[in-house]
């Protein structure tokens, strides 16, 4: 078979879809599946509109020669593929991570002004016209697919509240290949300057992942120190919370860090928190697993798929500050019981190998 991947990144880019679409290049020819990989990324310096209609154009060229086309988005790459697709007559495949049009009507003005819209409630109600386009163009290249992959049996259940069969929606966990952090934890803690309870959180700084909560609930723990890693448009607003509430010396913002830092960071840290209202399936909360640190996270989207409350880590509900502040407590001081949740997490990581993710893979890409 020769396959042609649309992706909206690639290496040198960093990205969870960037490390998926190189893996798919350097391994698929094994299974007899050659493939070409076309990034949105060559065409991402044009203006709007025209760096879409020109990815169409690359799109039909390439495709002619492929006999199916794998896309890694409903959006920006899925649209002008599915458009392309038609042209030429060509079958695809989509791969689904996230409600897109969800994602940008969250950070949106309206969405700060109105109570906190989950993702399973968000296409059963009307918003801006900005918004009800986007999703529209979701459900256009949706309808299209020839088949859709999930990494998660929430995001199977999210794509068929499109309107979507769910019969042609498979899951296919993404693979994760276990971090290997040589340093012990009390090295990683002298070198980093960490003492009391150190609790760690990464990820975008948007606001459905809950970071103001988070810092309330440090600060009625005078004993606890947070880092949190990461970039996105609410730095300032927590900078300037942090600033205001007089946690400069147990808050920091770290921004983004390298991997082998943050890695590094999080195995030295005695908590990891994921206070999120919404996670398709968490390659950070995965590599958390790995490195051997004990995680709380919320009991929304594909969490519960990686965590079960008490056996991998402890699930909260979103935003809950008294939930949260009664877990930090309860790992913080039964040492044994949060050891126990590490041991299992690491033995979790099995199912996410990436043999059988791969095999998984190309017996959907056969079916066509």
């Keep these: 078979m020769k396959l042609l991947v649309c992706t909206g990144i690639y290496p040198p880019d960093m990205g969870g879809p960037a490390t998926y679409s190189k893996l798919l290049f350097d391994r698929l020819p094994e299974k007899e599946i050659s493939v ?3 990034s949105f990324s060559e065409v991402r310096h ?9 990815y169409y154009q690359k799109v039909k060229k390439l495709g002619r020669d492929a006999d199916l086309i794998y896309v890694q988005d409903p959006v920006s790459v899925g649209f002008p593929t599915a458009c392309a697709c038609k042209k030429i007559n060509k079958k695809f495949v989509l791969k689904v991570v996230g409600d897109y049009a969800w994602e940008q009507f969250q950070q949106s003005k309206s969405a700060q002004e109105m109570d906190f819209v989950y993702p399973e409630n968000f296409w059963k109600r009307k918003f801006d016209f900005k918004t009800e386009l986007l999703k529209k163009i979701e459900k256009f290249t949706a309808d299209r697919a020839e088949k859709i992959i999930t990494p998660s049996n929430y995001l199977k259940d999210i794509v068929s509240g499109w309107g979507i069969d769910e019969k042609k929606i498979t899951v296919i966990y993404n693979a994760f290949a276990p971090v ?3 340093e012990e934890k009390y090295s990683l803690r002298i070198r980093y300057k960490i003492s ?3 609790i760690f959180s990464a990820g975008r700084l948007v606001p459905w992942k809950g970071y103001d909560t988070l810092i309330d609930v440090v600060n009625e723990l005078p ?3 947070l880092i949190i890693a990461g970039e996105g448009p609410d730095y300032d607003k927590l900078q300037e919370k942090i600033k205001k509430m007089g946690l400069e010396n147990r808050v920091v913002l770290s921004g983004r860090l390298g991997k082998d830092d943050l890695l590094k ?4 840290s005695d908590i990891f928190v994921l206070n999120t209202g919404y996670e398709g399936l968490s390659h950070q909360l995965l590599e958390v697993m790995s490195v051997g640190t004990a995680i709380i996270t919320t009991n929304v989207g594909g969490n519960p798929e990686l965590i079960k409350d008490e056996r991998e880590g402890l699930l909260i509900d979103y935003n809950n500050k008294e939930q949260l502040k009664e877990a930090i407590l309860k790992l913080s001081k ?3 019981f949060a050891d126990k949740l590490v041991a299992n997490a690491k033995e979790k990581l099995k199912h996410f190998d990436e043999e059988k993710m791969l095999d998984e893979l190309v017996d959907v890409l056969l079916q066509k």
């Design 46 to 54: 044009l203006p709007k509109i025209i760096r879409h209609f020109v």
């Design 36 to 38: 070409k990989i076309l």
């Design 180 to 182: 290997d952090i040589i």
């Design 334 to 336: 039964k040492r044994v």
């Design 223 to 225: 004993e606890t120190r």
């Design 265 to 268: 960071q999080i195995k030295a």
């Design 196 to 198: 009391g309870t150190a």
